[in-house]
């Protein structure tokens, strides 16, 4: 799920306990084009500042690679978050989605601009008029059901550890009026990606988390990850994320993240991601055609594709990939599109506020 960004996301200053940031690298190499140093500093900022109890990053740099950290596992503990450590990822199992609903486009079992009735009749009132191609885009104008959901802090506790169905969150949507005619504008909404899951299904037979595990996360050895349906935990070494509640610090890293579904439950690590959007910019994992659309934007899309996304940076870089927010964790996934710079992430949400100070010091750093 994709709620706000790094500036709103709860933080409280590290300093007062004596916590700094551990950069696990070597100096900086004669080939090495990014700033270590610069690095660390901005993660520092993050855990200080800028709305992160613990941050953790993998950065390519052209043949180079390095982790760094800054901040917490757990809060006023003295423990380091975990360099392997894993993490919801939020939204970026959106990409993970795309994937293999692309994948099932290019065997022909699904047609990208077949109306989405054809595969699951009766589920959306404007079915016959919603293709595939708009739910990966979010261009179908269905409500966004999480807008519904009390995900703030003190409602998030009356809901967080409920199972959820995933026709229950699409009816929570089709209550709702669309927000536009289908295909004819864009937002960002969680409802889309609940189908695309339920389309998996449909066509697959099998659960959606099946299909990621055959398709994606065996063939690229991605053992870190995860689809993790109702369990609460996240398993391995991990840091903590919390919000504040009436005044009291409360750990939110235990969740049902069903709530999240095949918009945003899964699990991962940056070691894990970086190998997964590797092989995606690489042309391992789609076909030609269906790697073209993966990126194929409209002029009011915003740079988002199908899943994917492209950010142009002030400086001129175009970075291709996904964010995402759930509760606890914000996640980054980005990379240049010829792989050679590389930045995957985790930040853990914090009790108090933070201005999102340090996180255009990192970006501008790794690609610019």
Same mark, same amino acid.
């Given at each position: ?7 709103? *996301?709860?933080? +409280?200053? /590290?300093?007062?306990? @004596?916590? !700094? ?5 070597? =100096? %900086? $190499? ?66 993970? *989605?795309?994937? +293999?609903? /692309?994948?099932?486009? @290019?065997? !022909? ?5 077949? =109306? %989405? $009735? ?86 697959? $037979? ?163």
């Amino acid at each position: 799920m994709r709620k706000r960004g790094i500036a709103l *996301v709860a933080v +409280v200053g /590290l300093a007062a306990l @004596g916590i !700094g940031g551990t950069a696990v690298a070597e =100096p %900086v $190499g004669a080939d090495g084009r990014i700033d270590r140093q610069v690095v660390q500093r901005a993660l520092d900022r993050l855990t200080t500042e800028g709305g992160a109890a613990g941050a953790q990053v993998r950065i390519t740099d052209g043949r180079q690679q390095f982790t760094a950290r800054s901040g917490v596992a757990e809060w006023e503990k003295a423990r380091p978050v975990p360099l392997d450590g894993r993490f919801r990822v939020g939204s970026v199992t959106k990409t993970f *989605v795309s994937t +293999v609903v /692309l994948q099932l486009v @290019g065997e !022909g079992k699904v047609g990208l601009d077949d =109306p %989405v $009735g054809e595969y699951l009749p009766g589920l959306l009132p404007d079915g016959d008029k919603i293709t595939v191609r708009m739910i990966l885009q979010h261009t179908s104008g269905l409500y966004n059901y999480t807008a519904a959901l009390p995900l703030d802090p003190a409602g998030f506790e009356g809901i967080r550890y409920k199972h959820w169905e995933p026709r229950e969150m699409v009816a929570i949507s089709t209550a709702k009026p669309l927000d536009f005619p289908p295909g004819t504008s864009w937002n960002y909404s969680n409802t889309n990606y609940i189908v695309a899951g339920m389309l998996i299904e449909q066509v697959t $037979g099998r659960p959606y988390e099946a299909a990621i595990g055959q398709r994606i996360l065996r063939p690229l050895g991605l053992r870190d990850t995860s689809v993790p349906g109702d369990r609460v935990p996240v398993p391995g070494p991990h840091a903590h994320g919390y919000y504040r509640v009436d005044g009291k610090v409360v750990d939110v890293t235990k969740i049902n993240p069903s709530v999240a579904w095949a918009a945003g439950e899964m699990i991962s690590t940056a070691a894990d991601l970086d190998r997964f959007i590797d092989a995606l910019l690489d042309g391992r994992l789609l076909a030609p055609a269906q790697q073209a659309e993966l990126t194929r934007t409209l002029p009011f899309t915003g740079g988002y594709g199908l899943g994917f996304e492209e950010v142009e940076l002030p400086c001129g870089v175009k970075v291709y990939g996904h964010g995402g927010s759930i509760p606890g964790y914000n996640t980054y996934l980005g990379s240049t599109k010829d792989t050679k710079t590389r930045l995957e992430g985790s930040l853990t949400t914090s009790p108090d506020g933070g201005n999102g100070a340090g996180l255009e010091d990192l970006l501008n750093e790794v690609f610019c």
